[in-house]
């Protein structure tokens, strides 16, 4: 019984690891700059 | 390449689509100023429907967010950076108005009707005689565009990307003795005695720090006809290694133009480089899936050729061609 607790307790940490680290990458940053010119 | 353009508002060309009339009561000029409403920029994927921020006018009403675009100054206010998601995005997004669904442009310049001159004013005629320039304002529906990038761009953490946008406005606007040529980007005088266009403020846009060769070329209808009888014409950009950027069809007015049988009042949805190096273009039509006019095989210098109306898309309409 403490084998399969200790089992469930370390998929369901495993499981939020996992989450946060899907979190993580999808508000990965990144810069843009823009700038506009008059051609003619 | 510029296929995937898609026009927010669409109904800005559904009203523009009205056929090219030339006449000797308009003539095309080109502003000294030009004031639009730029409420935001945007990084865009037509994909999921995804933006990212680049711009955004911290004003809340469109007279806070004016920006003179004939000036380079001004224009250089623009500039920002801003941080955004990564991921791929393969437009950019100009917006011009909030859930208004039009906004006002102001134009300011001169123009010679006939043997008259005149400039813009803002009372109840748009163009006198006498006196100073003062800004006519006209009004075109909808509030955002979305112009395809060149290449789709894929940004990843960490990167810093350089978004470019041109504005051409040689010939942007033209006046007339009479009641307008269009519904949308116009303004008519009491009685229509007078009225002031101007083609919508397209933009071009780019990914890199590129300053682009502009190329322009007016278009006649009919075999043999003058370059004085040009009432359309095209503007296309490339950049430093004559890649394509972009481009865009607009009328031209003048007192010996002569109509032709299909529009230029929208952008180019389609332009390929072919081998040996003419073009492969198409302007857009009433939607974003149509066109007005595809000329299949466009050499880059005066010449003559033939064009596709939508209207009789089999049916070839020889025009003549003269590079600016």
């Not at chain 2, 009004?139 to 978004?163: A, H, I, Q, R, W």
């Not at chain 2, 031209?252 to 389609?270: A, I, K, Q, Y």
Request: proline share 3%; with cysteine; aromatic share 8%.
């Amino acid at each position: 019984m403490k084998q399969l607790t200790s089992v469930l307790l370390i998929v369901a940490v495993l499981g939020i690891t996992v989450s946060i680290g899907g979190c993580s990458s999808s508000e990965t940053k990144a810069s843009a700059s823009v700038s506009v010119s008059r051609v003619n | 390449m510029f296929n995937k353009l898609v026009v927010l508002g669409g109904l800005i060309l559904a009203v523009m689509s009205g056929q090219s009339w030339a006449a000797t009561d308009q003539s095309s000029f080109t502003p000294t100023s030009i004031k639009v409403p730029i409420r935001g920029i945007y990084l865009h994927s037509s994909t999921d429907n995804q933006g990212a921020e680049i711009y955004n006018c911290s004003g809340d009403s469109e007279a806070d967010c004016l920006v003179d675009v004939a000036s380079q100054t001004e224009l250089d206010n623009l500039i920002n950076t801003a941080e955004i998601t990564t991921g791929t995005y393969d437009q950019i997004q100009v917006s011009t108005c909030k859930d208004e669904g039009e906004y006002n442009a102001q134009i300011k310049g001169a123009v010679t009707l006939g043997s008259t001159s005149y400039v813009t004013d803002s009372g109840d005629q748009p163009l006198k005689t006498t006196g100073d320039a003062d800004y006519a304002t006209v009004t075109f529906t909808g509030c955002s565009k979305n112009y395809d990038l060149p290449t789709d761009l894929t940004v990843v953490e960490g990167e810093t990307v350089s978004v470019k946008l041109f504005v051409a406005l040689t010939n942007i606007a033209w006046g007339k003795t009479g009641a307008v040529t269009v519904p949308s980007g116009c303004i008519a005088g009491t009685g229509d005695s007078f009225s002031v266009c101007m083609a919508y403020p397209d933009v071009a846009a780019y990914i890199g720090t590129a300053s682009p060769t502009v190329e322009t070329y007016h278009l006649s209808e009919g075999s043999g006809a003058a370059e004085s009888a040009a009432a359309g014409q095209l503007i296309i950009m490339f950049d430093a290694d004559d890649n394509l950027i972009g481009g865009m069809s607009r009328r031209l007015f003048s007192e010996t133009s002569v109509s032709m049988g299909t529009n230029f009042d929208t952008p180019l949805r389609r332009i390929t480089k072919l081998d040996g190096g003419n073009l492969d273009l198409e302007n857009f039509g009433s939607s974003a899936d149509d066109y007005y006019f595809k000329i299949d095989s466009f050499p880059r210098s005066t010449h003559s050729g033939n064009y596709n109306d939508i209207s009789a898309p089999t049916t070839d309409q020889p025009y003549e061609a003269y590079k600016q």
